[in-house]
Every structure is written in structure tokens, then in C-alpha cells.
């Protein structure tokens, strides 16, 4: 099989850390590594740039490692409620996902990139979740993803409980379009008897 060596200009999951040279199989440096700019590829020219950049990546790492660490305080204690519906066995009807969770938290101000939030798996049961975001190599704060079955008593309590929150979630306003739906449904029976 082929092999390329490939210098990274990011870090990457289970591969290495920005800067390093690594040997991936041809087609996945070619297909991904090289077009999402995770990477370039290892020829001596870019070898030599790389050691001209090293100081400046030790500076540019030690910025983003501040900047991650103050949005790391902006996120301790983040709680998002996601109301869904839920078949019979608790399996919900579709999944919260990491691209839902990162516009849960841009509502909130937040600005995180999906690709950072440690989801492995979309959401499918309801439940308590602590999701990981992973803002920097060190710095990986943790928030707590609350999915709960739409129009229950629980539901609907703990969305009165966080009245404090300047911004509501997005669930609230599809709560209120259920309870619209029940209040029409039962002013149909009424009117029927």
C-alpha cells in the first residue's frame, strides 16, 4: 500500500499534534488531510519552513491555549435542555446532535465548533449526558446536555427552574407549540360534546 508523510498543521484524533510528521496511507492524506488543511505534505522545503515556524507556533500556542482557557470558563456549568419526541421504548424521534448542540450554545453567545464537541454518537435515548467540548489539546471542559420527552411534568419543570438563564434554550418555544396543540385539541372534544 501506498504511504505519504504528511507534516500536521492541526491536530488531529488518534494521528498527532500540530507540527509533527507522520506516515498516513496515500488516499487519506490526499482525500482528507490535504484538502481540510489539516495537513501538508512533507517535502524538505516544507520542512525547513517548518523549523523557521515552530517559534511562531509556540507563540500562536500559547495565544490559543489562553483563549481556550477563558472560553473554558464561559462554558463551566453550561446546562442545554433539549425536549424531543419519544417513542414507546424512550428512543427518540430523530437524535440532538453536535451540530444542535453547537447552535444551543451560539444562542447562549457561544461561538463552538461542531468538529469540537466529543459526541461519538448522535443522541437517540433520553437521558442526563455530560459532552465534552475540546477547545484545545489541555483544556476540554465539560457541559451537561439534559434530553427529555416533550410536554412532560418533568420537562416542563425544569425549564422553570433555570428562569434565571437570560436566554431561553430552543426547546422552550417548541413546548409552547405543543401546549397550543393540546389546548386546541381539547377545545375540539368540547365542542364535540
Request: overall charge negative.
Amino acid at each position: 500500500m501506498a504511504h505519504m508523510d504528511v507534516l500536521l498543521c492541526d491536530d488531529v484524533d488518534n494521528l498527532g499534534q500540530r507540527g509533527q510528521v507522520v506516515r498516513v496511507r496515500a488516499g487519506y492524506g490526499r482525500n482528507y488531510l490535504l484538502p481540510q488543511g489539516l495537513a501538508i505534505k512533507a517535502t524538505a522545503g516544507n520542512k525547513k519552513m517548518l523549523d523557521e515556524q515552530r517559534r511562531l507556533l509556540a507563540k500562536r500556542e500559547q495565544r490559543e491555549h489562553l483563549s481556550a482557557q477563558s472560553e473554558s470558563e464561559k462554558l463551566q456549568g453550561i446546562e442545554l435542555r433539549f425536549e424531543r419526541r419519544v417513542g414507546e421504548h424512550g428512543i427518540l424521534f430523530g437524535s440532538v446532535t453536535a451540530l444542535d448542540i453547537a447552535e444551543a450554545l451560539k444562542e447562549r453567545g457561544l461561538t463552538v465548533e461542531r468538529r469540537r464537541i466529543g459526541l461519538r454518537e448522535h443522541i437517540k435515548e433520553v437521558g442526563d449526558y455530560d459532552i465534552t467540548i475540546k477547545l484545545h489539546r489541555d483544556v476540554n471542559p465539560s457541559i451537561k446536555v439534559f434530553v427529555r420527552k416533550e410536554g412532560t411534568e418533568e420537562a416542563k419543570a425544569a425549564e422553570v427552574a433555570p428562569a434565571a438563564d437570560s436566554t431561553p434554550a430552543k426547546p422552550v418555544e417548541a413546548e409552547t407549540s405543543a401546549e397550543a396543540a393540546e389546548t386546541s385539541e381539547s377545545e375540539a372534544e368540547t365542542a364535540e360534546e
